[in-house]
């Protein structure tokens, strides 16, 4: 049987740590409802940010509490460079996920283009000019004056310039 006389500190450490995590995520939580409520952000990006968050607050939080469990650097440390080893070559065949979702997070804090929005992408090859239907975490969806529904990789949009009309031309 394990004596909790010989863990007290871990276990005051972990308890604060979980205590500090979870108004870590409150208030991140309210700081994004905050923003998007302000910039008019659809529930369904908000999600997707959520999502990206967590997941980079449980890594942190993951990596303090087993450096408080007494876990050897020096050992953790290979772990995690081979894991991102691996995960790197993985990664690197799936860079234009990464990619997407990376600019689905820029396009949610910094972009001015919204659900709804009139727009006009400016290349030389095509005139594409429509309204802004849906913005996920991996594609841009757009319906044109046409009628047609165009989808565009996030990545995509990031490289394109954009002209925000207002009104239809």
């Known amino acids: 049987m394990v004596n909790l006389n010989n863990f007290k500190y871990e276990l005051l450490l972990t308890i604060v740590v979980i205590i500090v995590m979870m108004i870590l ?17 659809d529930a369904n990006r908000r999600k ?4 990206l968050t967590y997941f980079i ?25 081979s894991v991102l080893a691996v995960l790197g070559v993985g990664f690197f065949a799936q860079w234009s996920l990464l990619s997407n979702l990376t600019a689905s997070a820029i396009l949610f804090f910094n972009h001015p ?8 992408i400016l290349d030389k090859d095509f005139e594409l000019v429509g309204e802004v239907k849906d ?3 991996f594609y841009f969806f757009m319906k044109t004056d046409k009628g047609e529904l165009i989808t565009f990789p996030n990545s995509l949009i990031m490289q394109k310039g954009i002209e925000i009309l207002k009104d239809k031309e």
């Not at 309210?30 to 910039?39: G, W």
């Open 113 to 120: 283009v919204r659900i709804g929005s009139r727009i006009r």
């Open 135 to 137: 913005i996920t975490g």
């Open 25 to 41: 995520i409150m208030s991140i939580k309210n700081a994004i409802k905050k923003f998007s409520f302000v910039k008019a952000i």
């Open 48 to 51: 997707i940010i959520f999502i």
């Open 57 to 81: 607050v449980y890594i942190v939080f993951g990596a303090l509490l087993a450096v408080i469990w007494g876990v050897d650097f020096n050992r953790l440390s290979v772990f995690i460079s």
